[in-house]
């Protein structure tokens, strides 16, 4: 399964980004994570296959939403209100199993990343 993610950008803090993902084959769980420089990447959201669970990192809650298209076979993050600490590589994952964890290491596929910038 390859997983490529698109969409980010250069965006004035207060402004809108929205990512989208496309998977080669069919996943499960499926996830956003991102990484700042010089930090560990970090959790941000996952969706189940049903898309009737979803988690998000508090940091995100309320100004990002996860969805997916299991027809097309697509995750997206629509991130609202962007902030400067949102500024990141963006990393789609997906897991070959149903799971919800933060953890980046239950993750089994993951995307080349797109860089999210956020100026304030």
């Known amino acids: 399964v390859q997983l490529q993610a698109s969409g980010g950008g250069l965006v004035q803090a207060g402004n809108s980004l929205r990512l989208s993902c496309a998977a080669s084959?069919?996943?499960?769980?499926k996830g956003w994570f991102r990484q700042a420089p010089g930090k560990e990447r970090e959790f941000v959201a996952v969706?189940?296959?049903?898309?009737?669970?979803?988690y998000y990192a508090d940091s995100v809650k309320g100004r990002f939403t996860i969805s997916r298209d299991n027809a097309k076979n697509t995750v997206a993050l629509q991130m609202t209100n962007l902030q400067p600490e949102d500024t990141a590589v963006y990393y789609c994952?997906?897991?070959?199993?149903?799971?919800?964890?933060?953890?980046?290491?239950?993750?089994?596929?993951w995307g080349q990343g797109t860089q999210v910038t956020v100026s304030s």
């Open positions: 994952a997906a897991a070959s199993r149903t799971l919800y964890s933060t953890d980046l290491r239950e993750y089994d596929y």
């Open positions: 969706i189940s296959w049903s898309g009737g669970n979803i």
């Open positions: 084959g069919r996943t499960f769980s």
